[in-house]
């Protein structure tokens, strides 16, 4: 399967968690504003720190791994922000969509 993400702290979650590989992640659309390395970071610092009652927290995963993820997802053009380009998109019931399977049969 290949799949398109719509949060991108409920995304990295999952692919650290190991419920999503991130080679079959095409693209994380995110409400998420970062616009160089140190954004990534910060954002992920953000995350991390967030209550753990809150569905954005990485507090009970690994730091490292988190930000390693996101990081990548930025440096490989995966990660799709919005607001970067003066839109806002609307928080998604559902994080991920599936797109087609993987590999497709012609």
């Known amino acids: 399967m290949r799949y398109i993400g719509f949060s991108v702290s409920r ?5 650290v968690k190991g419920k999503i590989n991130y080679n079959t992640v095409e693209v994380v ?3 998420t504003l970062i616009e160089n390395e140190q954004h990534v970071a910060e954002v992920a610092r953000t995350y991390h720190s967030n209550p753990a009652s809150m569905q954005t927290s990485w507090s009970d995963l690994d730091y490292k791994k ?3 993820t996101l990081l990548r997802l930025y440096t490989d053009g995966k990660l799709h922000q919005p607001r ?14 599936t797109i087609a399977p993987f590999p497709m049969n012609y």
């Open 84 to 97: 970067l380009y003066g839109a806002t998109p609307i928080r998604m019931d559902s994080h991920w969509c």
């Open 11 to 15: 995304c990295v979650r999952d692919i």
């Open 66 to 68: 988190c930000y390693d």
């Open 29 to 31: 659309v995110g409400r």
